[in-house]
């Protein structure tokens, strides 16, 4: 599923495409969408906001987006070979005289008044790599539930918007917990550090091609996706068990030795980490 970072980077790619421009070809290919008819509209602006987009359109109105687990925004120029996949897969798109945004794959598509954008992300959290950051809030609203597990409590968006399953991972491991940990067990002053810990690695790779939490060639992350190879901090081989609220199980990875406290094969070690 595409993070924060990724999103912010395809909402780049979207305005530097649209906006200012006049909208020539507008098809959205859902059904209660099909009819809407863009054309001859300028498109203001494109915003990410968490793992959302929001495309505003003269007239107010916005095109909002979300790309889950494989959607995609491609961006062409006239003549250009479309290649983001078949074209059954298409569910929008946006043409101007320079270029052209077609969406595949877009599990959320729906036109609504900018006025009513609070009805599609409202519900978000403070969003890490926007205008609204705040850490505070962020914190209190982690710590809402302290017997959530850390991995899901981050992965809420309701807490704070714009971790994935990969930041996920990467976090438990610089935190030193395991991601099944209460988070109420974490000490105060570590559970204190997450909301700028998050935001320190988002920001660092918002304009990256590759993303990378480690900062050593080569090796992008710690934990995610290297099960089971050695831990880079001890050379313990990382670990792989899915982990979920009951909706959807995702992929989590994590280092027995590194990181403390329950996990899906051992006992609860008390929290015994710092960063």
Same mark, same amino acid.
């Given at each position: 599923?595409?993070?924060?970072?990724?999103?912010?980077?395809?909402?780049?790619? +979207?305005?530097?495409?649209?906006?200012?421009?006049?909208?020539?070809?507008?098809? +959205?290919?859902?059904?209660?969408?099909?009819?809407?008819?863009?054309?001859?509209?300028?498109? +203001?602006?494109?915003?990410?906001?968490?793992?959302?987009?929001?495309?505003?359109?003269?007239?107010?109105?916005?095109?909002?987006?979300?790309?889950?687990?494989?959607?995609?925004?491609?961006?062409?120029?006239?003549?250009?070979?479309?290649?983001?996949?078949?074209?059954?897969?298409?569910?929008?798109?946006?043409?101007?005289?320079?270029?052209?945004?077609?969406?595949?794959?877009?599990?959320?598509?729906?036109?609504?008044?900018?006025?009513?954008?609070?009805?599609?992300?409202?519900?978000?959290?403070?969003?890490?790599?926007?205008?609204?950051?705040?850490?505070?809030?962020?914190?209190?609203?982690?710590?809402?539930?302290?017997?959530?597990?850390?991995?899901?409590?981050?992965?809420?968006?309701?807490?704070?918007?714009?971790?994935?399953?990969?930041?996920?991972?990467?976090?438990?491991?610089?935190?030193?917990?395991?991601?099944?940990?209460?988070?109420?067990?974490?000490?105060?002053?570590?559970?204190?550090?997450?909301?700028?810990?998050?935001?320190?690695?988002?920001?660092?790779?918002?304009?990256?091609?590759?993303?990378?939490?480690?900062?050593?060639?080569?090796?992008?992350?710690?934990?995610?996706?290297?099960?089971?190879?050695?831990?880079?901090?001890?050379?313990?081989?990382?670990?792989?068990?899915?982990?979920?609220?009951?909706?959807?199980?995702?992929?989590?990875?994590?280092?027995?030795?590194?990181?403390?406290?329950?996990?899906?094969?051992?006992?609860?070690?008390?929290?015994?980490?710092?960063?």
């Amino acid at each position: 599923m595409p993070e924060g970072d990724t999103v912010s980077q395809a909402a780049g790619r +979207l305005h530097r495409a649209l906006a200012g421009h006049v909208l020539t070809r507008s098809d +959205l290919r859902v059904p209660k969408f099909a009819t809407a008819d863009l054309t001859g509209r300028t498109v +203001l602006d494109v915003t990410p906001r968490g793992k959302h987009l929001l495309t505003r359109i003269e007239g107010g109105l916005t095109l909002h987006s979300h790309l889950r687990m494989d959607g995609s925004w491609k961006i062409y120029a006239p003549g250009e070979p479309w290649r983001g996949g078949p074209t059954h897969q298409i569910r929008a798109i946006l043409g101007t005289a320079d270029h052209t945004a077609v969406g595949y794959r877009l599990p959320v598509l729906e036109l609504l008044r900018t006025a009513d954008e609070q009805r599609a992300v409202g519900h978000l959290g403070p969003d890490l790599l926007g205008p609204d950051w705040d850490p505070d809030k962020a914190l209190t609203n982690l710590l809402t539930d302290p017997a959530r597990p850390l991995g899901e409590a981050l992965l809420d968006q309701r807490n704070l918007a714009g971790i994935g399953n990969v930041y996920k991972s990467e976090l438990c491991f610089l935190l030193r917990a395991t991601p099944w940990l209460p988070i109420g067990e974490l000490p105060a002053d570590t559970a204190a550090r997450i909301p700028g810990l998050a935001k320190k690695l988002l920001e660092a790779n918002r304009d990256r091609p590759a993303r990378s939490t480690t900062g050593v060639r080569d090796q992008n992350h710690f934990v995610y996706g290297r099960a089971p190879r050695p831990c880079l901090r001890c050379g313990t081989p990382v670990r792989q068990a899915d982990q979920g609220d009951g909706s959807r199980e995702r992929p989590t990875y994590w280092c027995p030795t590194c990181q403390s406290g329950p996990a899906p094969g051992r006992r609860a070690t008390p929290f015994r980490g710092r960063i």
